[in-house]
């Protein structure tokens, strides 16, 4: 639901950019001088912005569809071009503003340290929400070590086994309400969760690949799954066997 909402929102951002020219929802427009805005071709802008944005309109429905049939191989790629879309529009978009450029698309004397924030802006941003994607997506290892279970990477901790209770194999995740600290990409959920039945719980699942093993330790529930059911169920056993030591 969230994806199509996303979607509706940044078809009306077109439209009111295009047609009704709210130029003032225009990202850097928006706060330049009188004088900066004159020099900008407003309504070239403005086109290009009304078609990035019925372009991540159709992004996200597209992976509103993905994560509802389940098919997360897909959403990495979706955000890759929505990702390489933004840069490509980010630069574009500098060719109207005519304070950097001139009428033949050459950059003004000393107009070049005007492009060097937004770059350097983009820059972070691509490669944090790359960082994050493929971390969400991939998938979560596992060490048991002697006396304790690591899960490793963001979210991931150290568990002893003999702090360890009720140690279960479930065959489905419980409903979860609301994501508190973490990320879902499709089918996989990562980090700190609240279930609807108002207890906190974190997880390192992947919902298309059940079972799922779940444990307490002190006041945490802890979830998690391998990438086959066979590897879960493996992993399981020789828990059990720990934790009943």
Do not use: C
């Amino acid at each position: 639901m969230i994806w199509l909402i996303l979607a509706a929102l940044f078809i009306f951002l077109g439209f009111a950019m295009q047609k009704l020219k709210w130029y003032f929802l225009i990202s850097g427009y928006n706060t330049m001088s009188k004088e900066q805005k004159e020099n900008v071709d407003t309504e070239g802008l403005a086109r290009l912005m009304a078609k990035f944005s019925y372009f991540l309109a159709l992004l996200f429905i597209l992976i509103g569809i993905a994560e509802w049939q389940n098919y997360s191989q897909l959403i990495l790629p979706l955000i890759l071009a929505l990702i390489a879309a933004t840069i490509i529009v980010v630069i574009k978009s500098q060719k109207f503003n005519h304070n950097i450029f001139d009428e033949k698309g050459k950059v003004k004397k000393g107009a070049g340290k005007q492009m060097k924030r937004p770059i350097i802006i983009l820059a972070i941003t691509v490669i944090a929400v790359a960082v994050i994607m493929t971390f969400a997506v991939s998938e979560t290892k596992i060490i048991m070590h002697e006396n304790q279970l690591e899960i490793k990477g963001m979210y991931g901790d150290e568990y002893s086994f003999d702090k360890m209770e009720q140690v279960t194999l479930l065959q489905e995740i419980p409903n979860i309400a609301i994501r508190t600290n973490g990320s879902s990409v499709g089918s996989k959920h990562k980090g700190h969760f609240k279930l609807k039945n108002g207890e906190k719980v974190k997880l390192f699942v992947d919902k298309r690949n059940p079972p799922f093993i779940s444990f307490f330790v002190a006041d945490q529930h802890v979830i998690f799954n391998l990438a086959t059911a066979e590897e879960t169920d493996e992993l399981y056993k020789k828990l059990e066997q720990k934790v009943a030591q």
